[in-house]
């Protein structure tokens, strides 16, 4: 089945820093999704790419979706601590019922 | 904003038990997704109802799986027989008809003890 490997596993950042995940994939993806996920919650969407080289804002992310369809980054610029989280990219496949693939997730911890 | 709202929040059920959880989509969406996240690890796709039938399965949904939309806005994951490693936190997913704005609830988490 498809799969995606994100990177980095974990992140240990302090306040103010930019970061910077990426996804890729063996397989192509026609949509590239990234989620953050807080402790004891569901996933919530924060960007959604669907042209081969779009980059998207939204506030301080910033993703891409790459040429080749097979990779996407998510920067975060000027990190605060409630970027605490952990962040997955996800992919729908071609089948009608559309499941979401997720990566394996970047831990990302803030240091005030 | 619109909501996918899951209960119960926690549910502690003993080996061999059925559970059920349940899941209120959003009104409007017309795909409807069970996912299930072992501690620590990724979200793992269960299977997708679509037009009151499922669409779609995974591996993991075996035949101590079953989902049913009893009526116009509740959707239900029954889980028989329950395991130790059935364990996980259980998300429930709804979209609309085209994009892929998925919506998840907020989860129950399930211990079998």
């Known amino acids: 089945g498809q799969q995606l490997n994100q990177s980095p596993q974990s992140m240990f950042i302090q306040e103010g820093e930019d970061v910077s995940m990426n996804c890729t994939s063996s397989?192509?993806?026609?949509?590239w999704l990234w989620y953050k996920q807080d402790p004891g919650e569901g996933p919530v969407l924060l960007i959604a790419l669907y042209k081969a080289g779009e980059l998207t804002s939204n506030g301080r992310l910033t993703a891409q979706f790459g040429i080749t369809r097979k990779d996407s980054f998510l920067n975060i610029s000027a990190s605060i601590p409630s970027d605490v989280g952990i962040y997955f990219c996800a992919g729908p496949g071609r089948t009608s019922g559309s499941r979401l693939t997720f990566g394996e997730g970047t831990q990302l911890t803030v240091n005030p | 904003e619109p909501e996918v709202t899951q209960t119960p929040s926690h549910q502690v059920t003993q080996m061999g038990q059925e559970v059920i959880l349940r899941c209120v989509p959003i009104s409007n969406h017309l795909y409807f997704y069970w996912y299930r996240q072992i501690l620590g690890q990724k979200v793992e796709f269960l299977v997708s109802?679509?037009?009151?039938?499922?669409?779609?399965k995974s591996e993991i949904f075996d035949d101590q799986f079953s989902v049913e939309r009893p009526d116009g806005s509740n959707f239900t994951l029954k889980i028989r027989s329950t395991k130790l490693e059935d364990s996980a936190m259980y998300f429930c997913?709804?979209?609309?008809?085209?994009?892929?704005?998925?919506?998840f609830g907020s989860g129950t988490r399930l211990t079998i003890v």
């Open positions: 997913a709804s979209r609309p008809t085209g994009g892929f704005g998925y919506t």
């Open positions: 397989s192509i993806f026609n949509t």
């Open positions: 109802f679509y037009n009151n039938e499922i669409s779609e």
